[in-house]
C-alpha cells in the first residue's frame, strides 16, 4: 500500500536525462549528415550503371536528396514542434483581437508560422477568431499563411533548391498573406459570411477555451518527437514519391523542352502553374523536389514559385471545408485575391532573375 | 455514467482520440456515453480553436491534438 499512497504525491520528473537526451540526438545527427555525402557516393558506387549517365545521375540524385531532406525535415520538425507548443490558437486569438488592419495583418501572418495549425480545424478557428472579434481581413491572414509557409516547405527548398529560394519564399509566402487579408480587410465583406456565423460574430460572446496547461521542457520535447511521427507518418511516401520523379525528371527530360514551356520568355507560364496549382493538391513535400529538378531543367524559377504556392495555398479540398462558414461569392474573392498575389510574386521573379 | 463528447470534423485524430476515451473508460471502470460532435457550428461554439477537442460532463478539458493517456485518465476519473 505504501507504493500506491508514494505514487500519488507525484514529485516532478527531473529533466536532465531529457536534455541529455536531446543534445546526444542532436549530436548524432550532425554526424549523420557529415558523413551523408561520401555514404551516398559510395552506395551509388556500389549500382552497376555509369555514374555520368542518365541513370548514374539519377540514382545518386536519388541516395543523396531522399536521406538529406530527411534528416533536414527531422530536425526543423522537431524544433519546430517544441517551439509551437509555446503558442496556441487560443492566445493567438487573444493577441489579435481588437487588433487594428494593418499592424493586425502583419502580426497575424507572423503567428501563422508559429501556431499550430491543421487544415481539418480550419472552420472551428475560423469562428473561434472572427467570434472574438479579429477582423476578417487579419483573420484571412492568418489562414493563408499557416498552411503556405510552413516548415516543410521551407526545408525542402533549403535542401533541395538552396537558401535563397527558401528565404523568398518565406518573405514572398508572408507578403501575400499580409496583402491578401488587407485587401480582403478593406473590401468589408462581413455580409458574405455565411449567416449563422455573422449570427455568432455579431453579438454572442466568443466561445471560452481550454483553460491553458503549463507544460514542463520534457512535455515540449515529447511535443516535438509527437510532430517528427506525425510528419513523417504523413509525408515520406510523397517525399520519396516526388524526388523518385524529380530524379526521372533530372535524368530523362530534355533541357529545352523545360526551358520552352516553363521558361522566363513564356510569359503565360506564370497564369497557367496557378490555375494547373488550384486542383492540384498534396502537401509541400510532394511538389518540391519536383520543382527543384524542373529548376534545374531550365524552368523559371517565377514560374515554378507560383506553381508551388498555389498548390499548397489554394486547394480545393481546403475550399470545400471553408464553405461551410464563406459564402461562394466570398470563397471567389479569396482565390482571386490569393492567386493574384500569386500570379505577381511568379511575374516578379521571372523579372529579376 | 459520465458523457464525454469527442469534438472534431471526422478526420483521423478525431476516431483516435473517441477510440482512446472508450479504452480509459474501459481500464478505470467508469460508464462513458462517448458523443462524436462533427458539426463545424457546435464544435466553435463548444469553445474548440483546433481540433480533436474533447470536454466531460460538459466541461471543456482538451484541444488540439492526441490527449495524453494519462491525462485522459485524469480528466475521467477527476469530476467523479
Not at chain 1, 523568398?168 to 455580409?191: D, N, P
Not at chain 1, 506564370?270 to 498534396?282: D, E, K, N, Q, S
Request: some cysteine; proline content about 5%.
Amino acid at each position: 500500500m505504501n507504493v500506491g499512497a508514494a505514487r500519488t504525491i507525484r514529485r516532478p520528473r527531473p529533466e536532465w536525462p531529457w536534455h541529455l537526451g536531446v543534445a546526444g540526438a542532436v549530436l548524432l545527427w550532425g554526424l549523420l549528415y557529415h558523413l551523408l555525402g561520401p555514404l551516398a557516393e559510395r552506395l551509388s558506387g556500389q549500382v552497376p550503371v555509369n555514374r555520368h549517365s542518365h541513370a548514374g545521375e539519377a540514382l545518386a540524385f536519388f541516395f543523396y536528396d531522399v536521406p538529406k531532406v530527411m534528416l533536414l525535415l527531422t530536425l526543423i520538425v522537431f524544433a519546430m514542434g517544441v517551439v509551437r507548443s509555446y503558442f496556441s490558437p487560443e492566445k493567438t486569438r487573444a493577441l489579435l483581437s481588437g487588433k487594428r488592419e494593418g499592424a493586425g495583418n502583419v502580426l497575424s501572418a507572423g503567428l501563422g508560422i508559429f501556431t499550430p495549425f491543421c487544415s481539418c480545424s480550419a472552420v472551428p478557428l475560423f469562428i473561434g477568431f472572427v467570434s472574438a472579434g479579429v477582423p476578417l481581413g487579419v483573420t484571412f491572414s492568418f489562414l493563408i499563411a499557416a498552411p503556405m509557409v510552413n516548415e516543410v516547405a521551407l526545408v525542402l527548398l533549403f535542401g533541395l533548391v538552396g537558401w535563397q529560394v527558401a528565404l523568398a519564399y518565406l518573405a514572398f509566402g508572408l507578403g501575400i498573406a499580409i496583402l491578401a487579408g488587407v485587401v480582403i480587410g478593406k473590401l468589408r465583406l462581413e455580409g458574405w459570411l455565411q449567416d449563422w456565423v455573422r449570427e455568432i460574430h455579431s453579438g454572442a460572446a466568443a466561445p471560452g477555451g481550454v483553460a491553458g496547461k503549463r507544460l514542463s521542457m520534457a512535455d515540449r520535447y515529447r511535443h516535438g518527437i509527437e510532430a517528427v511521427r506525425e510528419i513523417f507518418g504523413k509525408v515520406w511516401l510523397w517525399i520519396v514519391l516526388g524526388i523518385g520523379l524529380g530524379a526521372v525528371i533530372h535524368g530523362y527530360v530534355p533541357e529545352d523542352l523545360m526551358v520552352r514551356i516553363m521558361g522566363a520568355d513564356a510569359w503565360w507560364s506564370v497564369p497557367a502553374a496557378v490555375i494547373l496549382g488550384i486542383p492540384m493538391y498534396t502537401n509541400a513535400a510532394g511538389v518540391i523536389p519536383i520543382v527543384e529538378a524542373l529548376l534545374g531543367k531550365g524552368a523559371a524559377l517565377g514560374t515554378v514559385l507560383a506553381f508551388m504556392m498555389s498548390v499548397i495555398a489554394l486547394s480545393l479540398p481546403e475550399m470545400i471545408i471553408l464553405r461551410q462558414v464563406l459564402t461562394l461569392r466570398l470563397i471567389a474573392v479569396f482565390i482571386g485575391v490569393v492567386a493574384s498575389g500569386i500570379l505577381a510574386v511568379g511575374f516578379l521573379f521571372n523579372v529579376l532573375f | 455514467m459520465k458523457t464525454v463528447k469527442v469534438y472534431g470534423p471526422g478526420c483521423k485524430r478525431c476516431e483516435t482520440t473517441a477510440a482512446m476515451v472508450r479504452e480509459a473508460a474501459a481500464k478505470l471502470g467508469i460508464e462513458v456515453d462517448v458523443e462524436k460532435v462533427t458539426d463545424p457550428r457546435s464544435i466553435a461554439m463548444a469553445g474548440v480553436m483546433s481540433t480533436p477537442g474533447v470536454s466531460v460532463n460538459g466541461k471543456l478539458v482538451h484541444s488540439g491534438g492526441l490527449p495524453d493517456a494519462g491525462r485522459l485518465e485524469g480528466w475521467l476519473s477527476e469530476s467523479s
